[in-house]
């Protein structure tokens, strides 16, 4: 009976240990089902901004190709061409 005694406990004490284990593996799940959703949320944030910098680059690279037309203009370089009418 001694011995029965000692082994439930043993038992109890081993199934104590894995339902902590069972639940410190439950809480990195989640933290790791969190991460997943916030790396989601960023990729998708830096896909935006990707779009928005493709928009101001060429943005740019149109006001430059301006700039050096009327660079040109005023230099004289184009000869008696009249002025493009302004975008509005």
Known sequence: LEEMERLDQDLRSENRR?????ARW???VAA???TQKRLGIL???VAE????????IESHRQ?????????RL???S???????????
């Open 78 to 88: 184009q000869g008696d061409l009249p002025l493009p009418a302004p975008d509005r």
């Open 43 to 45: 990729r998708q944030h």
């Open 74 to 76: 005023l230099d004289g």
């Open 32 to 34: 790791d089902n969190e």
């Open 63 to 71: 006001l430059q190709d301006e700039i050096s037309a009327c660079a």
């Open 18 to 22: 894995l339902q902590e284990e069972i």
């Open 49 to 56: 901004l990707q779009t928005k910098q493709a928009s101001v």
């Open 26 to 28: 439950q809480e990195r």
